[in-house]
């Protein structure tokens, strides 16, 4: 099956040329890239949030296998929806969903379920992979919509990936999808998106979803992360970097109501 592009020509640009010249432009390109088990990217518009994203992509190894996993912001299709074989494409061509990948998530993971609904017109998974195609031609990747839930579920999920990826044996990068503190003053929201960020460097996914629900921070892909980090603490995973972080006002200079991002490596 294949997917095409939902958001090409809105939140990044619609043609080759365009598109890899604004990558080259947005990646921080590292002589010596870093292996890790996953990272924690935006998913809005390039003008926005893409470099905050290029700092994170250029300066990490891509293996030829990705999971990327972002949260289902229209509400559409299962709550745990696996894209199920085939193809997505983007401007730079298509990209193939492994199909072994697929098939190990879905024998470790009762919950999750093959959909293409929550997938249709979602933009924080595909937004991620021409910067992934840019770095790694030749990859294919498996992609994960997720609803909510409380931590028990997103325990079972993260723990059933890591197990979907042990027995793929080989390199698999966990990329989750989200922004940070939507529509808030520059200054609340950095001190927000603070206190989420204290709890993913300190590896806490649970008390992520604690402080995110406490202290109201509209962080979209909070399930995304907390079940990456779940899974990479299972993978061996001790360590939690914040890269970059900024929001929208850094780009429009206006901070009355802004939008956070953050990159994240966890290795």
């Known amino acids: 099956m294949l997917r095409p ?14 598109l890899r010249n604004d990558l080259e432009n947005l990646l921080v390109r590292s002589d010596r890239p870093d292996k890790v088990l996953g990272i924690m990217a935006p998913h809005a518009g390039y003008l926005y949030s893409g470099a905050i994203a290029g700092a994170v992509y250029g300066g990490i190894e891509i293996p030829a296998t990705v999971l990327i ?21 983007t401007p730079l061509g298509p990209v ?20 293409t609904q929550a997938h249709r017109q979602e933009h924080s998974l595909e937004v991620q992979l021409p910067f992934l195609q840019m770095l ?14 409380d931590f028990s579920v997103l325990e079972e999920i993260g723990r059933g990936l890591a197990s979907a990826i042990t027995a793929f044996g080989g390199d698999v990068l966990i990329v989750a999808s989200s922004d940070m503190s939507h529509y808030e003053s520059a200054a609340s929201a950095r001190a927000k998106d603070g206190l989420a960020l204290e709890r993913i460097t300190a590896f806490d996914p649970e008390g992520l979803l ?57 290795s």
């Open 5 to 18: 592009p939902a958001v090409a020509g809105q939140f990044y640009p619609g043609t080759p040329e365009k």
């Open 69 to 89: 996993i972002g949260p289902n912001h229209h509400g559409a299709g299962k709550p745990a929806a696996l894209f199920p074989d085939g193809q997505w494409q």
């Open 96 to 115: 193939p969903l492994d199909s072994r990948l697929n098939a190990l998530i879905l024998q470790h993971i009762p919950l999750v379920q093959t959909d």
């Open 136 to 149: 790694r031609p030749d990859v294919s990747i498996a992609a994960l919509c997720l609803g909510y839930g």
């Open 210 to 266: 604690r402080v995110c629900r406490t202290e109201r921070i509209t962080m979209c892909g909070v399930v995304p992360a907390a079940i990456m980090m779940v899974a990479a603490a299972r993978l061996g995973a001790t360590r939690a970097q914040v890269i970059a972080y900024g929001t929208s006002g850094d780009v429009t200079g206006d901070d009355r109501q802004v939008v956070g991002y953050a990159a994240v490596t966890v």
